[in-house]
């Protein structure tokens, strides 16, 4: 984070190099040499540190925005909010800057659920809070937002899925850590090819980017709108060791909307030491295995007598140590009878005179412990819908005024308008009779029958995009049939009242296409004039 100078106005440093050079590159001051080098930074802005950012912005002499004044040095900010805990108020706390930490909490309840078996995942939705430098751009960059994350719980030594051979031949567009150093173009391959050349490291991780996609586009944003761009190294999250955004092209730029990263064993980890409590997993072996194991054998009456309640705490951390880290330990109590031990938050100072041994001893494995992987795609809900709406936001050729929303059936709150062509009094049970027919279906719907030219109305529930609208006119109190009206075509059909309920279901439910549709029925020209 930087300050002006004289305002005292905060700005996220990476943000403030960016908007800088995007101007400087519009400039045509500037060399094309200058221009090249600055397009190297921008392709790399998300993987500097704090001190290579300070250092370019310093070289780009970057000014405060609004008021051209020169800027402090850049420091660190503390996404987290921080909060009084109880009537005292001397108890810190945060509130949640991601939801996931409930799901690794609840762990062993969850893996028990799973009848102890690997893999399994959890999802939550819920709200999340960062404390944003200065939120901007609608629902982009908010301090509370609302976010849904799924943690795919894994053996680290097994990072298959029994699905991916259903998802292997999904064409994605691939933004790699290594095209945004070397200035690449973006990969366009399957998740099979991207697995087999190396791009992507696990099927699990393949399996999830491909249904993220797939999600996606079911619910409105165009292919040729989204991308995975691969994290940078500097760029990477302190628990991450591979991370992929889905992002969509916007007017803001690129955008991340989804993000899927391999967290590995570090929350559980970090969860069973704070706690000292076993976050594993099981697995029974078809041929036990021997091997031998460093075991430390504790004084139980020094130890207890110098922890007293913290000494099962102990013991358990003592017992929790790798092979290579009880043989420090024993070296170092040979050494200067003495070693420090983390235990949870605090420190303790082991001694000799505690430890009884520490030796080799033969151990017969028929179950294999481990502390699973995690895979975990995680949602910004706010971000899928700004870009639902701002991708499917449209203007019908020809009529600037005439805009319309291009949502698919799937998420249209409203599936289906029911119009009669006038207030004549003979249209009323006619519209009600199909109104009531389309919410026996489960379609929601909504009856029109203000004033109006019908082109007009039709024109209203394009804007809210309503995809189908079913108008009663004359011929259905003469034939019961009813005309069918797609949105994106302004194309019509002429349908039996028996039908148009089912005919309408199987439309939002991708049982059948418009295509379909203009093939079983008559085509009907007229009534679209506004």
């Given at each position: 984070?930087?300050?002006?100078?004289?305002?005292?106005?905060?700005?996220?440093?990476?943000?403030?190099?960016?908007?800088?050079?995007?101007?400087?590159?519009?400039?045509?001051?500037?060399?094309?040499?200058?221009?090249?080098?600055?397009?190297?930074?921008?392709?790399?802005?998300d993987n500097y540190g704090m001190q290579e950012l300070g250092d370019l912005i310093k070289k780009y002499n970057c000014k405060a925005p609004v008021t051209g004044n020169e800027l402090t040095d850049i420091g660190e900010f503390n996404l987290m909010f921080g909060t009084s805990i109880g009537p005292t108020g001397l108890l810190r706390g945060f509130m949640r800057p991601e939801t996931a930490q409930g799901i690794?909490?609840?762990?062993?309840?969850?893996?028990?659920?799973?009848?102890?078996?690997?893999?399994?995942?959890?999802?939550?939705?819920?709200?999340?809070?960062?404390?944003?430098?200065?939120?901007?751009?609608?629902?982009?960059?908010?301090?509370?937002?609302?976010?849904?994350?799924?943690?795919?719980?894994?053996?680290?030594?097994?990072?298959?899925?029994?699905?991916?051979?259903?998802?292997?031949?999904?064409?994605?567009?691939?933004?790699?850590?290594?095209?945004?150093?070397?200035?690449?173009?973006?990969?366009?391959?399957?998740?099979?090819?991207?697995?087999?050349?190396?791009?992507?490291?696990?099927?699990?991780?393949?399996?999830?980017?491909?249904?993220?996609?797939?999600?996606?586009?079911?619910?409105?944003?165009?292919?040729?709108?989204?991308?995975?761009?691969?994290?940078?190294?500097?760029?990477?999250?302190?628990?991450?060791?591979?991370?992929?955004?889905?992002?969509?092209?916007?007017?803001?730029?690129?955008?991340?909307?989804?993000?899927?990263?391999?967290?590995?064993?570090?929350?559980?980890?970090?969860?069973?030491?704070?706690?000292?409590?076993?976050?594993?997993?099981?697995q029974r072996l078809e041929n036990p295995v021997t091997r031998e194991v460093l075991e430390v054998a504790v004084n139980k009456a020094v130890l207890g007598k110098a922890f007293k309640k913290q000494a099962g705490a102990v013991t358990a951390t003592l017992n929790a140590l790798s092979d290579v880290e009880k043989e420090d330990l024993k070296e170092k109590l040979e050494s200067s009878d003495s070693f420090k031990?983390?235990?949870?938050?605090?420190?303790?100072?082991?001694?000799?005179?505690?430890?009884?041994?520490?030796?080799?001893?033969?151990?017969?494995?028929?179950?294999?412990?481990?502390?699973?992987?995690?895979?975990?795609?995680?949602?910004?809900?706010?971000?899928?819908?700004?870009?639902?709406?701002?991708?499917?936001?449209?203007?019908?050729?020809?009529?600037?005024?005439?805009?319309?929303?291009?949502?698919?059936?799937?998420?249209?709150?409203?599936?289906?308008?029911?119009?009669?062509?006038?207030?004549?009094?003979?249209?009323?049970?006619?519209?009600?009779?199909?109104?009531?027919?389309?919410?026996?279906?489960?379609?929601?719907?909504?009856?029109?029958?203000?004033?109006?030219?019908?082109?007009?109305?039709?024109?209203?529930?394009?804007?809210?995009?309503?995809?189908?609208?079913?108008?009663?006119?004359?011929?259905?109190?003469?034939?019961?049939?009813?005309?069918?009206?797609?949105?994106?075509?302004?194309?019509?059909?002429?349908?039996?009242?028996?039908?148009?309920?089912?005919?309408?279901?199987?439309?939002?439910?991708?049982?059948?296409?418009?295509?379909?549709?203009?093939?079983?029925?008559?085509?009907?020209?007229?009534?679209?004039?506004?």
């Open positions: 984070m930087s300050r002006g100078t004289c305002s005292g106005d905060c700005y996220r440093a990476d943000h403030l190099l960016e908007a800088h050079l995007e101007k400087q590159l519009g400039s045509k001051g500037v060399s094309a040499s200058d221009k090249e080098e600055m397009s190297a930074v921008l392709r790399q802005i690794f909490v609840n762990f062993k309840r969850l893996l028990e659920y799973n009848q102890d078996k690997m893999p399994f995942a959890g999802a939550q939705i819920g709200q999340s809070f960062r404390n944003e430098i200065s939120p901007r751009s609608g629902l982009l960059r908010v301090r509370e937002f609302c976010q849904a994350e799924i943690e795919h719980f894994l053996d680290p030594e097994d990072k298959s899925h029994p699905k991916f051979q259903l998802v292997s031949g999904v064409p994605v567009r691939l933004y790699s850590a290594k095209a945004q150093t070397d200035g690449s173009k973006i990969l366009e391959m399957s998740v099979g090819e991207a697995l087999s050349t190396g791009v992507l490291q696990s099927e699990t991780m393949g399996y999830f980017l491909a249904r993220i996609q797939q999600y996606l586009i079911a619910v409105g944003i165009p292919p040729n709108c989204l991308r995975f761009r691969q994290h940078m190294g500097n760029e990477m999250a302190h628990y991450a060791c591979d991370c992929w955004d889905a992002e969509c092209k916007t007017t803001y730029g690129w955008v991340e909307i989804v993000g899927c990263a391999d967290r590995s064993c570090y929350d559980l980890n970090a969860h069973a030491k704070a706690t000292s409590t076993k976050l594993v997993a099981q031990l983390s235990v949870g938050d605090i420190s303790v100072e082991i001694t000799s005179d505690m430890i009884s041994s520490i030796q080799k001893v033969s151990k017969t494995e028929h179950v294999r412990e481990f502390v699973p992987s995690v895979i975990e795609p995680s949602f910004g809900i706010g971000r899928i819908l700004y870009c639902i709406l701002e991708t499917n936001f449209k203007v019908r050729e020809g009529d600037e005024k005439r805009t319309w929303l291009d949502l698919p059936p799937l998420i249209a709150p409203t599936k289906c308008s029911v119009l009669p062509l006038s207030s004549h009094s003979d249209f009323i049970p006619y519209v009600q009779r199909i109104s009531a027919d389309l919410r026996k279906l489960g379609i929601p719907n909504k009856v029109d029958d203000s004033s109006g030219a019908i082109g007009r109305r039709y024109a209203r529930t394009d804007e809210i995009g309503i995809p189908f609208g079913i108008t009663v006119d004359f011929d259905t109190v003469k034939l019961e049939t009813v005309t069918v009206r797609e949105r994106n075509t302004c194309s019509q059909v002429r349908v039996p009242m028996s039908d148009v309920a089912g005919l309408i279901h199987k439309l939002c439910t991708e049982q059948a296409t418009w295509s379909d549709a203009k093939a079983s029925y008559p085509e009907f020209v007229g009534q679209e004039t506004i």
